[in-house]
């Protein structure tokens, strides 16, 4: 029997990496994608988009880890802090929603990534929950209009604990996350394996 193919976009990251592991270990055909490696896509680039599904064909899964963010204090909101947010994590997991939505397997899967949403919000978190927030209803909405049977969904990762084991003591008190201890990549990889297996569409999960 052949394998389900899944393309991990963003697999050189902390979570990428945990999850393109978890899924060769359950078996899957794991095709690692992101800006600098042996499979290159760079979410900013349409052109790479276009190109990554020309050389990947029979696809069954696509999951996206890739996309930055930023803090930003209110009383230094630009709009450009708005068009950064939009452009680096929003557009272009929906650009590259809409073409695995075309050319995925029949019944195949479509997980994105919406960031931290914090328990307790955060000074300088207003821009990252209005792109968010903004990214996670976009999903909910179009899932039910996909084809063939293609299931869109969206994990929220919160915290990732190697993510904060990497920042400095003064970084994380300036955020206050002194006393966060946040989710293993491993255990946040599971969410998107569960959205792969899964049966749901249009949801948001959190590790």
């Known amino acids: 029997m052949r394998k389900r193919k899944v393309i991990v976009i963003g697999a050189t990251g902390t979570i990428g990496s945990a999850l393109a592991d978890l899924l060769e270990a359950n078996h899957y055909e794991v095709v690692r994608a992101s800006r600098k490696g042996t499979v290159r896509v760079d979410l900013e680039d349409e052109s790479s988009m276009e190109a990554l599904f020309a050389s990947v064909l029979d696809v069954d899964a696509i999951a996206v880890t890739a996309g930055s963010g930023k803090l930003t204090p209110f009383s230094q909101i630009s709009e450009e802090d708005f068009r950064f947010g939009m452009k680096s994590k929003v557009l272009g997991q929906i650009s590259l929603a809409r073409r695995a939505a075309e050319r995925l397997n029949e019944g195949g899967s479509i997980t994105l990534t919406s960031g931290n949403m914090f328990e307790s919000l955060i000074p300088g978190s207003a821009v990252s929950a209005f792109v968010n927030d903004g990214l996670e209803g976009f999903v909910r909405a179009a899932a039910i209009e996909l084809p063939r049977g293609i299931r869109f969904n969206i994990v929220s990762p919160g915290w990732v604990k190697e993510?904060?084991?990497?920042?400095?003591?003064?970084?994380?008190?300036?955020?206050?996350?002194?006393?966060?201890?946040g989710t293993l990549a491993s255990a946040v990889a599971q969410a998107y394996l569960k959205a792969i297996e899964g049966t749901m569409n249009g949801q948001t999960i959190r590790p």
């Open 163 to 181: 993510t904060l084991e990497n920042m400095s003591f003064d970084v994380k008190a300036g955020l206050g996350l002194t006393n966060v201890s």
